[in-house]
């Protein structure tokens, strides 16, 4: 049975109280965020780095940017993966939860912005609930969902790559989950004057 008084009363840690603190009123912070992840599965599927950078005002925030990996060594171990990518990267590297804090601290109440954004907000999820922490509370917006709702398409699907294409945004030469953020930033902004988001 579901003891909800120790929920209501569960002592969360200092930095998801200040998170939960933030949500007093609506932001007007976008983030646009991509992982890059091992798969869509919560349960068994790890994040192996982030990249998030600001949307305010109708333009990209270039100093608002957040970007780390996680060194998933033990997963790469048991699945045969190579981890030069790791090593070699001059990237900022944190554990999952170092990692975790820093973003959570980083987007504060901004609206999330990615590509299929559900399965990222699911992965960062079930990290959260490692560390004792309650689920994230930002809105979130796909823009792939954008797209589809624009266009008034229902019935395929559009990678971030087609997206790109159809909106005629340069998408080469993309190494790193902030590259991928850079180009829904700028997916995002076109979208939201088309659909009227403010």
Known sequence: ?????????????????KYLSK?????????TLNLEISGNDPQ???????????????AIVVGDSF????????????NGLD??????????????????EAFVNYIGNAVLVGHRIHHD?????EALEKLGCGRLKNEALDIEIMHRKLNDITDRQFS???????????SADRMTAIDDAYIMALLFLK????LGIN
């Open 23 to 31: 949500f007093d009123h609506r932001s007007k912070r976008f983030i």
């Open 83 to 100: 981890n030069e990518f790791i090593i070699e990267s001059k990237q900022d590297k944190l554990s999952e939860n170092q990692a975790i």
């Open 67 to 78: 970007e780390v990996i996680i060194p998933q060594y033990k997963y790469l171990h048991d």
């Open 121 to 125: 907000v699911d992965l960062i999820n």
């Open 191 to 194: 979208l939201k004057s088309r």
């Open 1 to 17: 049975m579901f003891d909800w008084i120790k929920h209501i009363n569960k002592e969360y840690p200092e930095f998801w109280k």
């Open 44 to 58: 068994k599927d790890v994040i192996f780095s982030f990249g998030g950078i600001g949307v305010f005002n109708n």
């Open 160 to 170: 971030l790559d087609e997206l790109a294409q159809f909106y005629k945004i340069p």
